[in-house]
């Protein structure tokens, strides 16, 4: 196909079942990006299931060998297995691949990763969309959060920025949401939970960690954010402290931080800087922003910032985003950003 502006491309999405492939082709059909045709693409058990792409039905298609032939772009969006086993195939086939299952995260040489909101995508990796040659980590949603945070507050000679951040049990799928819709009914009608996902008791509670026979893990969760937000940060500004609490929610990731500084800094200043990268600041007077209100938007949202009351310059942030849309936005974000490159 003829390049330049105008043209379209050919999409795959791998995952196209999960809660983040929905919100990936759904955002891709809000910010009209420039598709020819979107091939959803899952697990063969998922193979016939009926769903529509760019307002017209189509199917999801088993992922086999040739599942990326004419693609151009290849986003990865289901379990980081798939994206382990799947995007050298994409890429030798000719599609540039940005991944959301944080697969490749581990190797910044490998997938540098990317957010678009703080700095350019694919600035010393100059390429045309579709070549094959490039692959980009997308940032998961508490590293586009933790990075924010550090840049937009690095000007205030901050001693520290510890952030707590506490995350919704739809960053483990389908089975986290279905575990804690289970687990409330059941504790409801006074019948033993299920806990395959957590091993724990999610529903009413908060977990510091989950149980012993769970695949999954709180600290390794912890210790992959604080390893990407440090890669990403690079040493420009300071790093962050990371913490972690599983909360007994569906959907929106919130998170608390503090800031301590050399002098005094007032909240406007602090505000005005965070806005400068795309945060929204809720205006006095309005409600805070929840989990719930901010459903479908695709930015960070800062409800509140106030002073500690015995430490002087200290200050208690707390903000929320929708995990998905925010996760899902930034990768066709850098889709965008690299095709706008390859016309240059």
């Known amino acids: ?53 760019g307002g017209e039905a189509t199917f999801i298609r088993a992922l086999e ?18 994206a382990e086993r799947n995007w050298p195939v994409a890429q030798k086939s ?28 694919s600035a ?49 799928g389908q089975a986290g949401i279905e575990e804690l819709e289970s ?8 019948r033993e939970i299920v806990r395959p996902v957590f091993d724990a008791q999610v529903a009413f509670n908060l977990l510091a960690r989950y149980g012993d026979e769970s695949k999954h893990s709180l600290a390794k969760m912890r210790g992959a954010i604080a390893r990407d937000v440090a890669r990403y940060l690079s040493g420009r500004v ?3 402290s990371i913490q972690l609490v599983q909360t007994p929610v569906f959907y929106g990731y919130a998170f608390a931080a503090y800031l301590e500084t050399e002098i005094a800094v007032a909240a406007e200043s602090l505000e005005e800087a965070l806005a400068g990268l795309g945060v929204k600041i809720t205006p006095p007077g309005e409600p805070p922003r929840t989990n719930v209100s901010v459903a479908g938007e695709s930015d960070i949202h800062l409800m509140r910032m106030e002073g500690d009351s015995n430490i002087g310059n200290a200050m208690w942030i707390w ?10 936005n930034n990768a066709v974000r850098i889709a965008e950003e690299l095709i706008a490159n390859s016309a240059d």
């Open 1 to 53: 196909m003829p390049s330049g502006p105008g043209k379209f491309y050919r999409v795959a999405i791998v995952g196209a079942s999960s809660l983040l492939g929905k919100e990936l082709k759904q955002v891709l059909e809000d910010r009209n990006f420039p598709a020819r045709d979107i091939v959803l693409l899952d697990e063969s058990v998922m193979a016939g299931t009926l769903t529509a792409a």
């Open 65 to 82: 060998e040739d599942s990326f032939e004419g693609a151009e772009l290849a986003f990865f969006a289901g379990s980081a297995f798939d």
């Open 94 to 121: 000719g599609a540039t691949v940005i991944d959301l299952t944080g697969a490749l995260a581990a190797s910044d040489d490998l997938a540098p990763c990317a957010i678009p909101s703080l700095a350019p995508v």
């Open 124 to 172: 010393s990796r100059k390429g045309v969309v579709g070549n094959g040659s490039m692959a980009y980590s997308s940032a998961s949603p508490p590293v586009i959060i933790a990075c924010t945070l550090a840049v937009g507050l690095s000007t205030f000679q901050t001693r520290r920025i510890p952030i707590l951040l506490f995350p919704p049990v739809s960053e483990e």
């Open 183 to 190: 687990q409330t009914a059941s504790l409801l009608s006074f």
């Open 238 to 240: 300071p790093v962050p």
């Open 319 to 328: 903000g929320i985003a929708d995990n998905l849309r925010l996760a899902a």
